[in-house]
């Protein structure tokens, strides 16, 4: 049984930081390409980054303070959030892509507000 299951999220302020976590079972992890979604309320789900192998990518609107990263011996992947801004607060998905298929994670909000 293919298992995402994302934590991390929670209530920041303004400039504050935040670490997702997305624990994965029942995939080849080493093999899987990784991505954080996110969904705010009333806009399509957009991409914020990705990691496969060595390479990443990430929206322009998250370059420079959010950072995606992986551990291949934990099957996790993580996004570090810093300088956090009122505009990331969404429900932020985790997402695993492989040859045959692609599973997606429940989401974890994250709030960024004073």
């Known amino acids: 049984q293919v298992k995402l299951v994302e934590s991390g999220g929670g209530l920041v302020q303004p400039g504050g930081s935040l670490r997702l976590s997305c624990a994965a079972s029942?995939?080849?992890?080493?093999?899987?390409?990784m991505r954080w979604y996110r969904q705010a309320p009333g806009k399509e789900r957009e991409l914020v980054a990705g990691?496969?192998?060595?390479?990443?990518n990430y929206a322009d609107s998250v370059k420079g303070r959010f950072t995606i990263s992986r551990d291949n011996a934990k099957n996790t992947v993580y996004l570090q959030m810093n300088s956090l801004k009122p505009e990331d607060t969404a429900v932020y998905y985790c997402?695993?892509?492989?040859?045959?298929?692609?599973?997606w994670g429940q989401g974890t909000q994250v709030t960024v507000a004073s």
């Open positions: 029942g995939i080849g992890f080493n093999i899987a390409v």
């Open positions: 997402n695993a892509k492989l040859p045959a298929r692609e599973y």
């Open positions: 990691i496969s192998g060595g390479s990443t």
